[in-house]
């Protein structure tokens, strides 16, 4: 504890006080130059005259000192340094010097650094409270991650009274080094932990977040709280796209993508945490309350319904069955209300029967200290029940007695969440199904979208055309190239230069026709009236030249007009929707989906994705749009398999050209035949575009498809086979490889005997986060048909890399295992590994065998195992 003190109520005295006073079994040294004892133990005037060697060093010192204090850290075999002084970036530049002297010594040595301005950290368990809170904590299986140090001092206290445990409390401080992402990789594998609540304020690696979160969400949950809502923009967008994408709305997005939980506020990210980390997992929305009180019950039916839950219909049979157990005047529908007078034993009957209703996802138990209930005797019947629940119970105690607040104290003992308002209540269960939906997102298993073959570098070089030719926006005919190379269809457009042009062309295309002024300097043509609609014959095309090129010079005495393009009416009713994409200044590219035409930003109504996307993907950002829903509820249908399409392919593009900064199309003419893109816009990112030549860095927030590894192989036999990156449309090929194995192959693979692998765990298989692993398929050009598989997962530390090889029996020993080990090794240099190692059972000689002919070091680590391992650099 460096700059641990004798005086009271100091930081460093509260630190040192916490470590020696909560129990923790370890050593802990006092260092301080000014003082030869401190609190009764020995203190030393620097870190180097230490005796032992030291795991962490908590510093609590002016912001001056700790460069140096880092580096005798560092120099001194230290591996982990919590830094609680302020005083550094956010006091100005002399505090960001000091910052980089400090990423200089930890480079150098390679130190974690938590930290400056962190509360410190506390994990219960080893009783370790390395922090300067007032509050202890009792060992639970929340870790809790703050930004905040005043909300980890709050979480402490909501915990206590409550009678929650942690299994950590975490301060990240301002992230010089250790970052969330970090702390999802360790709480991820840690076995004290089952959920994971967050209060952030940004993130200092948002594509680290996402790889981590992605990882971690299929097995624990993740509640977040994001402050900062409404930060408005700085910058005017030259597109709808990018005036609809606010900060806010993309950081929803990503939150959704990850399979994490965002809540609105402090207290819901206690409760749902709380709620997620002990209850079944809610399938719907349905909701069923059991109260012996009409108002709140129906307090929270309002809730519910507004937040978008249903109340559960329940069956006839339990309506009959309530209705000859319970009293004639007691309510036998949802809310069942049981009357204040119920004594316990009918709040059991009418429960059990509540419990039994398969229309129900989760039950709510809604109390008032009235009448003949003992609120500790509703604890037991509720507990004891919940015990023989799949599906979640909340329970809402509305007093503050003591015997309410001991009946709370069993319920959260019992892992039985317990509320004193039927808003937080509801909110908690609607919470926890936001949950289950964004879980489906990393679940479910997409069809397969082909896209061909594009060009490009073709395409690129009209951007670096129209730069250099001054040009920030592209112009239509330039944009509509964009789509048509993706293979997204588009309306027939013809540009004329004048009048006799505007005829000829008119008159290929057919009546009526649309004309829209061409301009470099009009990016919104709608909004100064460039569009001309329905021109049914060849005497209007000279008046509606003349007119739009009249609109365009009286728009700007600067803008030129350089003619008129001319497209085919649209006669059929269809839908005017949006496909866009924008790059945020965080989170890199972003896609846009929604209502469109020229009222696109009054209505706002947009959803918010990333590349790349999927069918699954797309089907889901297609549905949360409100156009989509009032369609549907009007019986009125869109191609939405099409949009389906024309989104993944979008994405595609998008994720090919990060030199373009906006696209618009629209609007996207849907109806229930076909989708036709009918405009589109394309804004340049001139600085990106110039960097291109001398770097490129892919600023996604998800990992693209990494086309790079597609390559061809010809077996022994002459079998020509393709090697490529496992899609997550692969699930069903993958599953027939798997299937088509003996048992022994299956043991050699997966330890163990399968008989059928379920989708969750073929998901984690087939949808990658290609930051984190990649798996190459080898699949039969003749016949598509997946014959092999080998993957390279790496460590979160990023040196270390674990492998895998699979070969279908008929297919061994045609070389396929070797050349597959062989790109798994490219593979896994390509990603920076400096190793890579495999577990390998003794009695698998082939595998054993190919791992000695590569150089794999082959180790016997017991008799049920043995480990093959490559260093790939030094």
Not at 353 to 363: A, H, P, R
């Amino acid at each position: 504890m460096i700059g641990a003190s004798e005086r009271e109520g100091s930081i460093g005295s509260k630190i040192l006080r916490n470590l020696t006073t909560s129990g923790f079994a370890g050593k802990v040294f006092p260092v301080n130059p000014h003082r030869q004892t401190i609190q009764g133990l020995t203190a030393y005037s620097r870190v180097g005259q230490i005796p032992d060697r030291v795991d962490l060093a908590v510093i609590a010192t002016p912001a001056d000192t700790v460069p140096t204090i880092a580096e005798e850290c560092g120099a001194s075999g230290v591996s982990g340094v919590i830094i609680v002084s302020a005083g550094f970036k956010e006091t100005g530049e002399r505090g960001s010097d000091l910052e980089r002297q400090i990423r200089e010594h930890q480079n150098k040595y390679g130190l974690r650094i938590i930290g400056p301005r962190s509360f410190g950290i506390i994990r219960p368990k080893t009783n370790l409270f390395a922090t300067f809170a007032d509050k202890r904590a009792t060992p639970g299986k929340i870790a809790f991650i703050s930004q905040s140090a005043s909300l980890c001092a709050s979480a402490l206290d909501w915990a206590w009274n409550e009678g929650v445990g942690f299994s950590a409390v975490v301060s990240t401080g301002s992230m010089l080094d250790v970052d969330i992402g970090d702390f999802l990789d360790y709480f991820g594998v840690d076995p004290q932990t089952r959920s994971i609540m967050l209060y952030v304020e940004s993130f200092k690696n948002p594509r680290k977040f996402m790889s981590a979160a992605r990882q971690l969400t299929r097995d624990k949950p993740i509640v977040v709280v994001k402050a900062g809502r409404f930060r408005e923009s700085k910058e005017a967008a030259l597109s709808h796209s990018g005036a609809l994408a606010g900060e806010d709305v993309v950081y929803d997005a990503a939150f959704k993508r990850a399979g994490v939980v965002r809540v609105e506020g402090i207290n819901d990210l206690f409760c749902c945490t709380e709620a997620l980390t002990t209850q079944p997992n809610p399938a719907g929305t349905n909701l069923t309350i059991v109260t012996n009180a009409g108002a709140p019950a129906i307090i929270a039916a309002d809730r519910l319904i507004q937040w978008g839950g249903h109340l559960t219909q329940l069956a006839n049979k339990s309506i009959q069955t309530l209705k000859s157990a319970l009293p004639a005047y007691c309510c036998t529908t949802n809310p069942v209300d049981v009357y204040e007078e119920a004594t316990a034993s009918r709040f059991r009957t009418a429960l059990e029967v509540c419990l039994k209703d398969s229309n129900s996802d989760g039950f709510l138990v809604l109390y008032t200290p009235q009448g003949a209930t003992d609120p500790l005797a509703l604890a037991q019947i509720v507990i004891d029940l919940a015990k023989q629940s799949q599906k979640p119970i909340l329970t809402c105690l509305m007093s503050q007695d003591d015997r309410c607040r001991e009946a709370r104290r069993l319920f959260h003992q019992a892992g039985v969440p317990s509320f004193t308002s039927p808003e937080d209540a509801v909110s908690t269960f609607l919470n926890m199904h936001r949950y289950t939906r964004n879980l489906e997102l990393l679940y479910q298993t997409p069809q397969h979208v082909p896209i061909g073959e594009t060009h490009v570098t073709e395409l690129k070089g009209v951007l670096r055309r129209a730069f250099c030719e001054g040009r920030k926006v592209l112009s239509l005919p330039e944009s509509m190239q964009f789509l048509e190379e993706y293979q997204i269809p588009t309306v027939k457009t013809a540009i004329a230069r004048n009048v006799d042009e505007a005829a000829a062309l008119a008159s290929e295309v057919g009546y009526p026709i649309v004309m829209k002024a061409v301009s470099p300097q009009v990016i919104h043509k709608s909004r100064i009236n460039c569009v001309i609609l329905n021109i049914c014959s060849p005497s209007e095309i000279k008046p509606c030249f003349e007119e739009l090129a009249s609109r365009v010079r009286n728009h700007s005495g600067a803008a030129e007009f350089e003619g008129v393009a001319i497209q085919p009416m649209i006669r059929e009713n269809c839908f005017e929707l949006l496909v866009g994409a924008k790059t945020d200044a965080q989170f890199g590219p972003v896609i846009l989906f929604g209502r469109g035409g020229t009222t696109t930003e009054f209505f706002n109504d947009v959803s918010v994705g990333f590349p790349p996307l999927n069918q699954i993907l797309a089907k889901r950002l297609i549905e949360e749009t409100a156009i989509f829903k009032q369609a549907s509820t009007a019986n009125q249908i869109f191609d939405e398999k099409g949009i389906e399409e024309i989104l993944v392919k979008f994405s595609k593009l998008v994720s090919d050209f990060p030199e373009v900064a906006e696209i618009d199309v629209n609007p996207l003419m849907a109806s229930a035949k076909s989708v036709v893109a009918v405009d589109a816009r394309i804004v340049i990112d001139c600085d990106r575009l110039m960097r291109e030549v001398a770097e490129h860095r892919d600023n996604s927030l998800i990992a693209a498809y990494p086309e790079k590894y597609i390559t061809h192989r010809t077996l022994k036999n002459g079998a020509e086979v393709l090697l490529r990156p496992i899609r997550a449309e692969d699930e069903v090929s993958f599953n027939e490889l798997i299937k088509s194995l003996s048992a022994e192959s299956v043991r050699f693979r997966f330890f163990s005997m399968i008989k059928d692998m379920p989708h969750e765990r073929l998901v984690q298989y087939c949808n990658l986060d290609f930051d984190r692993q990649i798996a190459i398929v080898a699949e039969l050009r003749d016949n598509k048909k997946i014959i092999g598989a080998g993957r390279v997962i790496a460590e979160p530390d990023g040196k270390n890399g674990e492998f895998a090889i699979l070969v279908a029996d008929k297919w061994q020993r045609l070389g396929l295992g070797s050349k597959l080990l062989d790109y798994i090794i490219e593979t896994a240099k390509d990603m920076r590994l400096e190793k890579i190692s495999a577990y390998i059972l003794p009695d698998n000689y082939k595998m054993i065998g190919l791992g000695e002919k590569k150089g794999f070091k082959i180790e016997r680590l017991d008799e049920e195992t043995a480990k093959a391992s490559l260093v790939l650099r030094m």
